[in-house]
């Protein structure tokens, strides 16, 4: 199985970027999914995930900034984050955790990765 991250890029802050997340082998609403983020120097942690029970949940510095989203239609997950600061400044990850339904945040659950795409605000 493969994820494929796309949306990346630079912008100053307060501005806005949209990253998309396209599996292939199976469906985004066959399992959790969701975003993490690894700054230098720093643990790679959970930002939003979209549970396969419907729910989501989000990391405390981009609620009301971020917004996570799947359409199954093009199977894409996607993350559109709003008034970026620049410590939002991250490689972001796509990932799937094959066997929990809810939303959780917790690193070690996800199984499949992508490749990660680099998000930079100043």
């Known amino acids: 199985v493969q994820l494929v991250e796309s949306g990346g890029g630079s912008v100053q802050t307060g501005g806005s970027l949209r990253l998309s997340c396209a599996p292939s082998g199976y469906t985004v609403s066959t399992y959790s999914m969701g975003w993490f983020r690894q700054a230098p120097g720093k643990e790679r942690e959970g930002v939003a995930i979209f549970g396969k029970d419907g729910t989501t949940t989000y990391t405390d510095s981009v609620k009301g900034r971020f917004t996570i989203s799947k359409d199954n239609v093009k199977n894409t997950l996607s993350l559109q984050m709003n008034s970026l600061e620049v410590e939002d400044t991250a490689m972001y990850y796509c990932?799937?955790?094959?066997?929990?339904?809810?939303?959780?945040?917790?690193?070690?659950?996800?199984?499949?990765w992508g490749q990660g795409t680099q998000v930079t605000v100043s």
């Open positions: 990932a799937a955790n094959w066997y929990g339904g809810s939303a959780s945040k917790l690193r070690p659950l996800y199984q499949d």
